[in-house]
């Protein structure tokens, strides 16, 4: 569902592929179980071929097409309503709990304080720099400001003066 040419597309497909090796390094289970998406209606059948054609020529890994009955051969419990799926092998799972700990542990390994519990409530920002972030329990004067906020984001690049996104 990503457009062609997106940067986002672009570091979607580098970061499917650092994901083994990342996560072996970090010591966090990942799997490439491979992904379906199914479908009710043998008419999406043109449009699923013309979508794995786009999908094998842009992403890391292969796209396939299968009938209902070679699908539940392969899923034994797929409804009987799937006429059709597409499988990505490309895809993979991994616990982002565990993920999210690894990168905490590791940064922390690499000199990193982190603040845990922590709530930036305002920043002071001079000449495109920040100088300082207010929090819930201080002022931390930080050489680097990561905004990892998930749907707060936006929240947080008002306060540092940044207004190049939105979610």
Not at 87 to 97: E, H, L, N, Q, T
Request: glycine content about 8%; charged content about 20%; hydrophobic content about 40%.
């Amino acid at each position: 569902d990503i457009k062609p040419g997106l940067l986002k597309k672009k570091f979607n497909n580098l970061g499917n592929k650092m994901y083994p090796k990342l996560c072996g390094e970090l010591g966090v289970d990942f799997q490439r179980t491979g992904q379906y998406l199914c479908f009710k209606s043998y008419w999406y059948m043109p449009l699923l071929l013309l979508t794995i054609l786009y999908f094998n020529l842009t992403l890391p890994g292969k796209a396939h097409l299968y009938s209902g009955k070679k699908l539940r051969k392969m899923e034994p419990d797929v409804s009987m309503e799937a006429k059709c799926a597409m499988f990505f092998d490309s895809a993979g799972i991994v616990c982002p709990y565990s993920l999210t700990i690894a990168y905490a542990e590791n940064a922390v390994d690499n000199g990193v304080k982190l603040s845990l519990n922590t709530a930036v409530t305002n920043m002071k920002v001079f000449n495109g720099h920040i100088e300082s972030v207010s929090t819930n329990r201080g002022i931390i004067y930080p050489k680097v400001v990561i905004n990892a906020a998930g749907v707060f984001t936006e929240d947080i690049a008002k306060m540092a003066k940044d207004r190049f996104f939105s979610i």
